[in-house]
């Protein structure tokens, strides 16, 4: 199909249909893939939304929480404020290595704490310690006897978080372990296991230095990607108006020197 020549005073603009029409068809698939990444943006916004106001909520007892799968429960059950009624366990403690606070290396202290009224077992965060070997901070870490009411947060790792694994191969109490993988520990226990950790709340029985980041949905990757998407359609729309214009000439006609 010829190109028809369009003229606004100077400026000069090749048309061609089948050119036009392949130059509109890639901005558009660029435009909607800004405007996807802006969509997941939304929807994490509104997740987020969903965390505070479940952080917000108060605590219910959590063997009453149905548990359906990490992603229903990342939705359902992310920063859930629960209540906890039992015991810690206290020879079985975890010490988990290279966690920071304050850029300090030291540990995350987990117990384990059985539910009262199912038996259940429940790995509760208690914080952060700055003890510097495990012996030490075995001998030192406070051990918390007798029925007690806890509260605190459940936290449901990422897919990538589920996915790490521990080298387990002779086991001895307290643990020292890189990464808290709740399955992995299950058959070191006569009773079932909280698929989730619970994040002590503050002022609770046992708790140490509260060290966790706040769990957020993070919208600035997405709003980076629609960026990037929507100022290719708009280098693409330019590139094709310069090469099939003259604007390239009439600029370095009017650069050169009198």
């Not at 936290?155 to 002779?170: D, F, G, Q, S, W």
């Amino acid at each position: 199909m010829p190109s028809k020549t369009l003229k606004f005073n100077e400026i000069e603009i090749r048309f061609n249909w089948v050119i036009a029409i392949c130059v509109l068809l890639t901005m558009s698939g660029f435009i909607r893939l800004g405007i996807w990444q802006l969509s997941r943006a939304q929807e994490k916004i509104q997740i987020q939304e969903s965390f505070l106001e479940l952080s917000e909520q108060q605590a219910s007892p959590i063997e009453n929480l149905p548990i359906a799968g990490r992603e229903f429960d990342a939705m359902q059950h992310q920063n859930r404020q629960v209540e906890l009624t039992g015991h810690y366990l206290n020879e079985n403690s975890i010490f988990l290595i290279y966690q920071t606070y304050e850029e300090q290396l030291g540990f995350e202290v987990i117990t384990p704490f059985e539910l009262s009224s199912l038996g259940l077992i429940v790995m509760v965060s208690r914080g952060w310690s700055g003890i510097r070997s495990e012996n030490e901070l075995a001998n030192a870490l406070p051990k918390i006897y007798g029925e007690l009411t806890l509260q605190g947060q459940i936290y449901v790792p990422t897919e990538k978080e589920a996915a790490r694994a521990n080298n387990l191969e002779n086991v001895n109490w307290p643990l020292t372990i890189r990464y808290l993988e709740i399955n992995q520990l299950s058959s070191y226990f006569d009773s079932s296991i909280f698929p989730y950790v619970v994040r002590l709340g503050a002022d609770q029985s046992g708790g140490l230095i509260r060290h966790w980041p706040a769990v957020t949905a993070n919208t600035s990757q997405n709003f980076s990607y629609a960026l990037q998407w929507f100022s290719m359609a708009i280098a693409v729309l330019m590139v094709s108006l310069i090469l099939s214009s003259n604007l390239l000439t009439l600029m370095k006609r009017r650069m050169q020197p009198l």
